[in-house]
């Protein structure tokens, strides 16, 4: 079954200390991408990927890190999560570009105390 | 600052009513545009993308562009209490790509 699969769901953690959000996806998309949703803002693209190496910001990518090591593979990386990280997170891929149809993962709940 | 803005709603229809969503957009290199539907605490799916002026239907939807305006909507014919959802507009110049913050859709019984 092509999917995108994200890793945790749900995640509580402390101010500071360090976190990964796993993200993979089965259906050799080139393009990967992570967002944020926040109510009343939508959905914000963090970072993206266009293929394996090749990583650019987005609209908000203060605080985070990815890497594309593999091309299935899009980690994304908080390396001192602070309370204003909280919100919901969508991991997503397409076939060559964001101008492709995205398939999204199911989400990652964060919330930073 | 390129943007994409949506009525937030609530839009209440009845049952087999028409429900028409828009969306209004400010990059004008703006070349693919999409609708993804939103159920409370899922993940985005879509529902038809469109990259040429005018319409394009698919089955009970069908989406409308103007370029010209940098307006695009979504008609939703025989509305069903299952299409009640947030609807996001999401608008896509190269790889920059820009979602709406979602107009939600209640349709009545």
């Known amino acids: 079954e092509a999917q995108v699969t994200q890793n945790p769901r749900y995640l509580i953690t402390v101010t500071g200390k360090k976190l990964t ?3 993979s996806q089965n259906m050799n998309h080139e393009y990967m991408s992570w967002y944020r949703q926040d109510p009343g803002l939508g959905l914000r693209q963090i970072y993206y990927s ?19 090591k593999e091309k299935r ?19 997503a891929s397409s076939l060559t570009s964001s101008g492709d149809i995205q398939y999204f993962g199911a989400g990652t709940r964060l919330s930073v105390l | 600052q390129k943007e994409v803005e949506q009525n937030s709603g609530p839009l209440s229809v009845p049952e087999g009513a028409i429900a028409s969503l828009n969306c209004t957009y400010s990059d004008r290199g703006s070349q693919s545009f999409f ?17 040429s002026n005018g319409d394009k239907e698919d089955g009970r939807f069908t989406a409308q562009l103007n370029k010209a305006s940098q307006y695009v909507s979504l008609l939703i014919r025989d509305s069903q209490p299952s299409d009640s959802a947030t609807y996001l507009c999401a608008v896509s110049n190269n790889n920059d790509m820009r979602f709406g913050a979602g107009t939600r859709l209640t349709v009545k019984p």
């Open chain 1, 21 to 23: 959000v796993t993200c």
């Open chain 1, 50 to 68: 266009m293929n394996v190496e090749v990583t650019d910001k987005g609209d908000v990518p203060e605080g985070y890190k990815v890497s594309r």
């Open chain 1, 73 to 91: 593979n899009f980690p994304l990386i908080l390396e001192s999560p602070s309370p204003n990280q909280t919100s919901l997170y969508f991991c």
């Open chain 2, 35 to 51: 609708w993804y539907r939103q159920y409370s605490g899922k993940s985005p799916e879509l529902i038809m993308f469109i990259y």
